[in-house]
DNA sequence: CCGATTAATGAACTGTGATTTATTAATTGC
DNA sequence: GCAATTAATAAATCACAGTTCATTAATCGG
């Protein structure tokens, strides 16, 4: 709106980047990364298809800067709240893990889950980035909390591991839903509602409190 | 072994395509739908470029053949199970879960769940198809399991739709880990347990059992 | 055993898509 | 304003991978 709009040029050096790399964020999660193609990576992102070669040395290239550009910055803040939290760490996995779904879960961003899962083995490489980066320290995180729950007596004696994985699975399963069935799939099976906020927040709520009734006896 | 060592020749019309699925399905598992060539599935499958297509339609068809292939067996065996099951339904969770993992989640068909979580943009017909035969009625057992659970006391009342997503969770995450990053990312994290039995196992009966100790007092 | 049939081959064809590059036009500094 | 610089274009290149098809060789019926 505000650019002479007759000429279909545009100079901007600075911007270019990431509006190439956010057009790839978009075209590499909806079609993967071999089915998305040079050209409409450009075209999403304003520009033709010559120009992402100007910053980017080709499409790997592309994909690799991507993960970075989109992981690289939102790690930390969660660590900080862990540390400072006081009272029932129930409580903090619910905030915790909401708050990574409201900031990173419900943006497009999420996508490079799915996206990951399907190209760790053509990028494995990628693959241990995204662990080092993002895996590892939620697992390292959720772990630390679990044993903060069972020394004070909140939760009862627990497998680590197996703890994180029925921790986190519904979350991972969201953010990938989202991004694969869910835009296809409309109403069918009630995963439908997979996306949504509350949904996950049932699902969370569920794996702390238990299934099992407390006053049934076996 | 057993046949002529000199021809490179072998007429089986019966069992090429079944091989040629079965090759197409390593595949597609470890490389996505585009990046596979026509060729590599050829070889993988012991036959020539053209071979494939005295069978398939096209690349497309030998993708869309291979899911019907590999999937519409195993449902019902499952929903038997289900209903003849006396006793405790928690343990019947465990035993069809498990059961799952066994059939499915440990053999190379459950690649397809990543190829479809992958795929399900690109090919919404297939995702429909996948969500008909697999994911509902999937969903349906297990949302019936959990009301048989309720009425019983077994289980307190629950929210139907996210105790399936945290049941099931575990399990459609141990399947997709392991044909992902667990096939590049080695011990890394915890996470290479994933694919194991035990731990799947273990993280269902946390979901069930609950993660409070039910002797706290909030 | 011989001809007819057809499974299988692999070379050739073709379209597509990644990458290169000569050209065009903003921009920047003097 | 004007030359130098460089962002951006778009046409051309090039390799690759999906598909076709003429040829080859098992197989099958008699």
């Not at 009630?190 to 049932?202: A, F, K, N, P």
């Amino acid at each position: 709106m505000a650019q002479a709009p007759s000429s279909r040029w545009q100079r901007k050096k600075d911007a270019r980047p990431s509006e190439i790399l956010d057009a790839a964020l978009a075209l590499f999660v909806e079609k993967g990364f071999s089915a998305t193609k040079m050209e409409d990576i450009a075209r999403a992102a304003g520009v033709t298809k010559g120009t992402p070669y100007l910053y980017f040395q080709n499409k790997e290239d592309i994909f690799k800067a991507m993960v970075l550009h989109h992981l690289s910055s939102r790690l930390g803040a969660f660590v900080e709240l862990e540390q400072q939290h006081q009272g029932p760490v129930g409580e903090l996995l619910q905030i915790l893990l909401l708050k990574w779904w409201d900031e990173v879960g419900a943006t497009p961003a999420a996508g490079l889950c799915k996206l990951a899962i399907a190209e760790a083995t053509n990028f494995p490489e990628l693959a241990q980035f995204y662990t080092n980066e993002v895996i590892s320290p939620c697992l390292s995180m959720v772990e630390h909390i679990l044993r903060r729950g069972m020394d004070s007596g909140e939760f009862r004696p627990l497998p680590i591991a197996s703890s994180c994985d029925a921790l986190l699975a519904p979350l991972v399963m969201a953010m990938t839903w989202a991004h694969s069935f869910a835009k296809v799939v409309p109403e069918t099976c009630g995963y439908s509602h997979h996306h949504s906020r509350e949904h996950l927040s049932e699902a969370l709520q569920l794996v702390l409190q238990g299934l099992k009734n407390p006053c049934y006896e076996n």
